[in-house]
């Protein structure tokens, strides 16, 4: 067995390095039985020789073993003497002399878990308490294959509609849609201060017409602003309204009037659903208006093509 102990460099293995690493049972099974380890009570441990081949459970010698866990050593996993990390400064007392997840490892299987459900549960469409604003139709909810979507089946206006992990499934069908809505919210609101939430990378931002992105009933949109990430890929379409919705401008205009947007589903906020108070003031560069009115006052927020906003007024 190698006890030599990694270097304490940061680990810089490339995606497809990644996938080729864990694309074996053993190797798998290895970061499958660590975090499941470091999942528990109590202080992270780690895991002796042995201890992790019982756990595994694979039907492969320990020399075998032993190879594939040596794969994994500097990049997802580390190992450990007297429980002391070689990585980092640990917050709390470790246990144990062995291997344990690196960060990066605990990074990876979380993401893994948080992504994948053997389950293939899904919702079927669930009507809820919000009447389409164009058509007057309930809307309704629905997920399925880490899609959820909220949708008008009378003018088929789309309200929501985001990858989003199975772990929102666990709930009765009213839960299941607060916190798909929730979670939907905080990814939107990253891309719209300009971080991807997946990766962490700043997001560039393109302005495009309705009509250039595929979604169903561009007539009903005015803009869609094409937040893209360009290191792992993600991309998402915000309306105007959403994009401010950390605005703090808008945030207290609406709260000195009764509305908590930071509580409220996205799609039960109007200005926020639709471009129905959106005006285009030039597409040459962009200029775009949002009207956002309550008990009689109305906020005007406009943005130039960076999603700054350039104006600001109250009537
Ligand atoms: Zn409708
Ligand atoms: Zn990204």
Excluded at 166 to 179: F, N, Y
Excluded at 187 to 203: D, E, S, T, W
Excluded at 275 to 295: F, G, I
Aim: glycine residues 8%; charged residues 25%.
């Amino acid at each position: 067995m190698q006890d030599e102990f990694e270097s304490a460099t940061e680990s810089s293995v490339a995606s497809t390095e990644a996938l080729t690493l864990i694309g074996n049972d053993v190797r798998a099974g290895i970061l499958h039985a660590l975090s499941d380890a470091r999942g528990g009570e109590g202080n992270p441990p780690a895991l002796s020789f042995s201890e992790l081949r019982s756990r595994v459970g694979a039907d492969v010698d320990s020399s075998r073993f032993n190879y594939h866990l040596q794969r994994l050593v500097g990049e997802f996993v580390e190992r450990r003497d007297d429980g002391h990390s070689q990585l980092v400064e640990t917050v709390v007392e470790q246990e144990g002399t062995g291997y344990a997840l690196r960060p990066e490892g605990t990074m990876l299987t979380r993401t893994i878990r948080a992504t994948t459900d053997g389950d293939g549960a899904s919702l079927s469409p669930t009507e809820l308490d919000t009447d389409c604003y164009f058509c007057g139709e309930p809307v309704e909810a629905m997920y399925e294959h880490a899609l959820f979507k909220i949708q008008c089946p009378g003018c088929s206006y789309l309200y929501e509609y985001d990858f989003t992990p199975p772990g929102v499934l666990h709930g009765d069908d009213g839960s299941i849609v607060a916190q798909a809505s929730e979670y939907n919210r905080s990814v939107r609101l990253a891309f719209a201060r300009g971080v991807c939430h997946l990766c962490g990378n700043a997001v560039d931002t393109t302005f495009v017409e309705p009509s250039e992105t595929g979604y169903p009933r561009p007539d009903k949109r005015a803009v869609c602003i094409n937040r893209s990430c360009d290191r792992c890929n993600h991309r998402n379409y915000l309306r105007l309204g959403e994009a401010l919705l950390g605005n703090p401008a808008l945030i207290s205009f609406c709260h000195e009037r009764g509305l908590d947007v930071t509580a409220t589903p996205i799609w039960k906020l109007e200005f926020a659903a639709t471009d129905r108070h959106v005006t285009v003031r030039s597409t040459d560069p962009w200029e775009v208006a949002l009207r956002v009115s309550l008990d009689g006052d109305t906020l005007e927020l406009v943005v130039d093509e960076e999603l700054s906003v350039v104006e600001h007024s109250i009537s």
